[in-house]
Structures are given as C-alpha cells and as structure tokens.
C-alpha cells in the first residue's frame, strides 16, 4: 500500500500529480541554511526549499541583507519567503574598520546594527520582499545565551524582536515565534556549550516549527494517517550502527566494498538495494517513516542517510532496513526511535526495579523514551495537537557486557519490567542475537544461546522473536573503509547493518500480524 501511495506522490495530501510542488526561500543565517536539509526529507513532493548564503561569507545581517537581495532571491518567482535577521546585527565588532571582524564587548567591540538602523533597514527588507508577491512569514530571533566570549549581549535580541514584532503586524506579516521555540527547547539558564556560541541549542533539531509555519501558510499542512506507529530501538553497537557512506547525497563511484556506495552501484548486488535510489540517483529519503536518533548530536528527520554512528561520521545503521520494511508495510505513518546507550550491561546499568533499586542507564532510558514521545510535536510538524500513537514493538541489542548466567536471569526481568513501566505488557519485542565473529568464529556463543533461550520462554515467547545476525557478517574481501574499520564496528560494513534492520523488520511483523 504505501509503495502503491509513494509512486503516486500523494504522501499527506502532496499536490496533484503532474504539478509542481511550492517554491519556498528560507531568508537567514546558517542557523537557517542548516536546518533546510532535515526540512526537506519532511516535505518532499509537497515542497521546494532553497536557502542561500551570502556570497563571500558575509556575515548575515539586515544592511548585508539588503545589499544582496537581488541575487539571494535569485531567478523566478517565490510562492513562500521565510525570512529573519538579527543575530548578525547583535553580534560586537571591531569600530572604525570597514573589514567585518568580529570583537568582544569587553575588548571594545560595537554592536553591528543600532537599534535605529535595525529597524529601518527591517522595514526596508520588507517592503522590497512584498513586492515579489510570495507570501511572507517571518522569524523572530533566537535568544542568545551566555558565553565566555562576549561577542553578544544577553537579551539583547529581545528588543530587536520588539521592533520586528511592531514592524509585522503593521505590514500583516505571520510571525514564526521561533524565540518562544527555543526558549522551551533548551535550558536557557546554562551557559552555550561552545564559547562561541551563544545561540547553541544543545544539538536539538529547530526546523518543526519552520517547517510547520510553512506548510500551515501554504494550507499543505495535513494530519498524520494515526496512529503512530512508534519502534523503539535500544542497545549496543550493532543497534548503534556506522555502516559507511562514502558520499551522502549520491553513491560514489569507487567507494569501498562494504560501503553503501559499492553496494547500490556493484552489479552483483545492485538490484537488491535499488529502492535505495531516485530515478535522479541520489539517496531516497521516505516521509512516511520517520526517524528520531536520540544521542549527543541527535538527528530527526524523513528515514533515510545518516542515522547511523557517531557525531558527524554518521552512516547507516539499522533502521535504514528495519524502517523500509515497515514502511511498506503499515499505512500508518512510522516513528523509529533509536536511542543511543552506549554499550550497556543489563546486570548493571540496566538494572530494573524488580531486580532492586534500577539503574541509572535504566532510569535514564524510561526519561529519554517518555521526553522523546511527549515532544513529538516539536520534532515532526505533521504531529500535529491531537495525534495519536502507538509502541509497536522494540529491537534489543544487548547482552555483550554480561555474564551468561547473569543475563539470564536478568534479561527476562529487565524485558518484563520495561514493559510494565512502558504500560504494553505485551509488547512485541526482537531481540538480536549477538553477530560479532559470524557463524565461524561467534564472539560471544554464551551470550547467544542465552538471547535465543530467553527469547523462546514460555511466558515472553508469544511476543518475542530472536534474530540471529551471525549470518551477516562481513565476508573479509568486504572490511575496506574510507573511516578506520573495526570488528567491534562491523567493519562498516552497511551491508551488514542493513540485513539487521530486514530481518528484525520481518521479525516485528510476524507478532503484529
């Protein structure tokens, strides 16, 4: 059914088959630029956006602005402008030099833009972009945080935000609250985790609330097909994931075996992967599952590249496999929530109530699950007030950091206390049995047998699948890499992960059925 919906590009009420979808301009800074990528999986079909810079690394302020606005709105016509400026006009600079350079407060730097000149050039930026005829929405300034670097003032985007306020309601501009947004994200009362970077917002995603202003003006913002289907993805490395993607916007030609470049562009093993694939041979992304990966630098976003390892070295893991299986299967919109433990042990950081007093890796897993659900609305914008969901069913990875015999008496505990402090004391649960080493030389045989004793009780067995990952392990002429591969990593090998995510999906589903 949904593959059915996805050739017939009508995902959420797109636009009609044959039309072009939206042209929207996102005016802003690199906190706006940045955010275009995760905005775009959301609304693919449904909306074009295009953000650009300044040319030389300008900084983004309203005189510079102003200066270029010809050639940031480029050719053709703009359905849509959300626009900002402020942080470029607040940030402190060396007086008296015609060169942009940055300078702190205490060392005799000037505010960039006086009040006074904010607002006129504000009005002026506004009258030129109405003359474009696009419907406009503008963003209030992020607030700025305290930084050892004194680059800004505290709280001095407030006043600014003051003008532009009085600004748009004269002219009837919609205003974007984004301030309002972020000031209920993050904890505004710690300092920016970077010196540098007094409007940090500690590696939260900010692009819902740009994303749903856009498609609530355009009238394209539809209800999700509910309830949600929510899949928890808990554990170590392999549910971690890292395997390699040589380059994230289209496979590269040359890329190492294993990777998932060599993989979709290999004869041998191309039609497997070709849904991976748009008929422009760029990656596919799909809106009808979404992915929320929970760990320092979170991503959120349509399922897709990049969810997979850490920090910035993100590849695949998982989900990318386990999300398309359940894609094509449920007509209603999907949620992978992939939660990034580390490598716990389930004897002591996972230790639950029944098992005495619980951990705090467990303590920190019911928090993270509970937050990450309670804000669905400020991670996907077709979440929308009223919206339903369900927990559908979880994948494990756990078990490499115990003792067997520890493991197995505490892995059904820990599976049956989740489930209570989750309220789905059924819920259908994969538990991946661990795959380091392959068929011939298992890493862990103990702990494997006692993955698949505990998965085959008599008490959980109607609700638990065992999946043996043995089976996908890297052959040895596919453990090349363009990072440093590893065994404990999997070599990187996205194969590999990819069959993971398959077979677990096909696991689920055999219990939802």
């Given at each position: 059914?949904?593959?059915?919906l996805s050739l017939?590009?009508i995902?959420?009420g ?6 072009d979808?939206?042209r929207?301009?996102?005016l802003?800074?690199s906190?706006y630029?940045d955010?275009v990528?995760?905005g775009?999986?959301?609304?693919q ?5 295009e953000s650009p810079?300044?040319?030389d690394?300008?900084?983004?302020h309203?005189a510079s602005?102003l200066?270029h606005?010809?050639?940031l709105?480029?050719e053709?016509?703009?359905d849509?402008?959300?626009?900002n ?5 607040l ?6 030099i015609?060169?942009?350079?940055v300078m702190?407060r205490y060392?005799?730097?000037v505010?960039t833009t006086?009040?006074?000149?904010y ?6 930026l ?6 474009t005829g ?6 209030s300034?992020t607030?700025?945080r305290?930084t050892p670097s004194?680059l ?5 985007e407030?006043v600014y935000n003051e003008?532009?306020?009085r600004?748009?309601a004269e002219?009837k ?5 984004m301030?309002g947004f ?5 904890d505004?009362?710690?300092?920016a985790?970077?010196?540098a970077?007094?409007f940090s917002f500690d590696?939260?995603p900010i692009?819902?609330?740009v994303i749903r202003?856009?498609l609530?003006?355009?009238n ?9 289907k929510?899949v928890?993805m808990?554990?170590?490395t392999?549910i971690?994931?890292?395997g390699?993607?040589a380059?994230f916007q289209?496979?590269r030609?040359?890329?190492p075996?294993?990777s998932?470049d ?9 039609q497997?992967y070709?849904?991976l694939?748009g ?9 009808d599952?979404w992915?929320h990966f ?5 991503k959120?976003?349509?399922?897709g590249?990049?969810y ?11 989900e ?7 894609g094509d299967h449920?007509d209603?919109?999907?949620?992978l ?5 580390g490598?716990?042990?389930?004897a ?12 705090r ?6 928090k993270r699950?509970s937050?990450s659900i309670?804000?669905l609305?400020?991670k996907?914008p ?22 067997a015999?520890?493991l197995?008496?505490l892995?059904?505990?820990f599976l ?14 994969v538990?991946?049995?661990s795959g ?5 030389e298992?890493?862990f045989?103990?702990?494997?047998e006692?993955q ?6 008599p008490?959980l067995?109607?609700?638990l699948?065992?999946v043996?990952?043995r089976p996908?392990?890297?052959?040895p002429?596919?453990?090349e890499s363009?990072r440093k591969?590893?065994f404990?990593?999997?070599y990187?090998?996205?194969g590999s992960?990819?069959?993971?995510g ?5 696991a689920?589903l055999?219990m939802i059925?």
């Amino acid at each position: 059914m949904k593959v059915l919906l996805s050739l017939l590009g009508i995902f959420f009420g797109a636009v009609a088959i044959g039309a072009d979808p939206p042209r929207v301009l996102i005016l802003g800074d690199s906190v706006y630029r940045d955010l275009v990528s995760s905005g775009r999986e959301l609304v693919q079909g449904r909306v074009h956006l295009e953000s650009p810079g300044l040319p030389d690394g300008e900084v983004f302020h309203s005189a510079s602005v102003l200066k270029h606005l010809d050639q940031l709105l480029g050719e053709g016509d703009w359905d849509l402008i959300h626009f900002n400026v402020g942080l470029g006009d607040l940030i402190h600079r060396a007086p008296g030099i015609k060169a942009f350079r940055v300078m702190p407060r205490y060392a005799g730097g000037v505010r960039t833009t006086s009040s006074g000149e904010y607002e006129k050039n504000l009005r002026a930026l506004v009258t030129r972009l109405k003359k474009t005829g696009a419907k406009l929405i503008w963003a209030s300034t992020t607030p700025i945080r305290s930084t050892p670097s004194d680059l800004f003032e505290m709280g001095s985007e407030v006043v600014y935000n003051e003008i532009a306020a009085r600004i748009m309601a004269e002219e009837k501009v919609p205003v974007n609250d984004m301030h309002g947004f972020v000031v209920n994200l993050i904890d505004m009362t710690k300092p920016a985790p970077h010196a540098a970077d007094p409007f940090s917002f500690d590696r939260k995603p900010i692009h819902p609330p740009v994303i749903r202003s856009i498609l609530r003006e355009l009238n394209l913002l539809t209800p999700i097909k509910g309830p949600l289907k929510v899949v928890l993805m808990l554990g170590g490395t392999t549910i971690f994931g890292g395997g390699a993607v040589a380059d994230f916007q289209q496979p590269r030609v040359g890329a190492p075996a294993g990777s998932l470049d060599h993989l979709v562009l290999t004869p041998e093993t191309r039609q497997k992967y070709a849904h991976l694939l748009g008929e422009d041979g760029r990656w596919v992304t799909r809106a009808d599952v979404w992915v929320h990966f929970d760990q320092r630098a979170s991503k959120t976003g349509a399922l897709g590249i990049g969810y997979g390892g850490p920090g910035y070295a993100r590849g695949i893991g998982p989900e990318l496999g386990l999300g398309h299986v359940l894609g094509d299967h449920f007509d209603e919109q999907v949620l992978l929530l992939k939660i990034d433990l580390g490598d716990p042990s389930v004897a002591a950081d996972l230790k639950s109530s029944s098992s005495g007093a619980p951990g705090r890796t467990y303590r920190e897993l019911l928090k993270r699950i509970s937050e990450s659900i309670s804000s669905l609305g400020s991670k996907f914008p077709d979440y929308l007030e009223g919206s339903q969901y369900d927990l559908a069913g979880m994948v494990l990875d756990l078990g490499e950091k115990d003792q067997a015999d520890t493991l197995e008496r505490l892995f059904p505990i820990f599976l049956r206390d989740l489930r209570k402090d989750l309220q789905v004391p059924d819920l259908p649960v994969v538990i991946l049995g661990s795959g380091k080493g392959g068929l011939s030389e298992t890493e862990f045989p103990e702990i494997l047998e006692v993955q698949r004793r505990v998965a085959f009780l008599p008490e959980l067995r109607d609700s638990l699948r065992f999946v043996d990952s043995r089976p996908f392990w890297p052959p040895p002429n596919e453990r090349e890499s363009y990072r440093k591969p590893t065994f404990e990593g999997w070599y990187q090998h996205a194969g590999s992960f990819y069959a993971i995510g398959e077979e677990a999906g096909k696991a689920l589903l055999e219990m939802i059925d």
